[in-house]
């Protein structure tokens, strides 16, 4: 008996949508970097799910382009619609959440912890009522930059797939940069990395991650935005050492700590162990497996 071509077909897509799933996370998560953190995750990785099964359904091997290439141009689409629906707030709002993230992120990189809403209130000149006003108004509001996200020039509002792939070294460069993030979260303090693991690879509500913490939601997002602080610096700090910011005193406690985990991470791991966090296109792979 012959095979039927439309079960063939099914089988094939749900082969192509089971294995490039992680892509999803990994894309999302690259966005949740651009966006302000009360962005939420489970609303973008529904959004990038469903742009994955129609790319699947879609997909046309004879055109030469890699799945999962075409799968992220795909759901990078849907999460870029996603935020322009959402993405209704003022200019005067856009205003004030920059300058209170430039303030939150200046007092995490000279103090090394998250300010509390007095000292942001003292960083803006400002009292803690217009601090907890703006945040307010965040959580009301989806504040993106779509610029951060997709590239200038005549074609940047339109998510079509490039005709120039990227070159093996470009790919070797990314994967390196992943595996140096996988390296950077193992290393973090117990608590922190607790919090990036449990939110970001297991996609877990603060809620529950407050609850195993025994702290409250609050300080859940202060540990999160720590802790994503300081990842950024400890990659940088292998990558890119000029980005890494000098704000804390050389000899000061806050600096020694961060020159100890930036030691940290370039010792967890080799470029082999580094490139072994990913497949040869790229995509990171289920370390938990």
């Not at 075409?70 to 920059?98: H, P, T």
């Not at 990036?196 to 996609?203: A, I, Q, S």
């Not at 050389?250 to 072994?276: E, I, K, N």
Request: net charge negative.
């Amino acid at each position: 008996m012959s095979e039927n071509p439309t079960t063939t077909r099914t089988t094939d897509t749900d082969s192509l949508i089971s294995a490039n799933l992680p892509l999803v996370g990994h894309v999302v998560r690259e966005m949740l970097a651009r966006v302000p953190a009360h962005v939420r995750r489970d609303e973008l990785f529904s959004a990038g799910s469903e742009a994955l099964v129609a790319a699947a359904h879609a997909y046309d091997a004879g055109r030469g382009v890699p799945f999962p290439a075409y799968a992220a141009v795909r759901v990078r689409g849907a999460l870029l619609d996603e935020l322009r629906g959402q993405d209704w707030a003022s200019r005067s709002v856009r205003g004030k959440v920059r300058k209170l993230e430039s303030a939150r992120d200046a007092f995490v990189a000279q103090h090394g912890r998250v300010p509390t809403d007095a000292e942001l209130a003292a960083a803006l000149e400002t009292d803690v009522r217009t601090v907890v006003s703006i945040r307010d108004d965040v959580q009301r509001s989806f504040v993106v930059s779509l610029q951060s996200v997709v590239s200038e020039g005549p074609e940047a509002s339109e998510m079509v797939i490039p005709d120039d792939r990227a070159t093996p070294e470009d790919l070797i460069v990314e994967r390196e940069r992943v595996g140096y993030l996988r390296d950077a979260v193992e290393v973090l303090p117990e608590r922190l990395r607790v919090v990036v693991e449990e939110y970001y690879f297991n996609n877990r509500p603060m809620a529950e991650i407050a609850e195993r913490l025994g702290v409250t939601e609050s300080r859940v997002s202060q540990l999160r935005a720590e802790a994503t602080a300081l990842l950024r610096e400890g990659i940088n700090s292998q990558l890119d050492p000029e980005r890494v910011s000098s704000g804390d005193k050389p000899d000061g406690c806050a600096a020694r700590r961060r020159a100890s985990y930036y030691a940290a991470v370039a010792a967890q791991g080799t470029l082999r162990t580094r490139l072994a966090k990913t497949t040869a296109q790229g995509v990171p792979v289920d370390m938990s497996a």
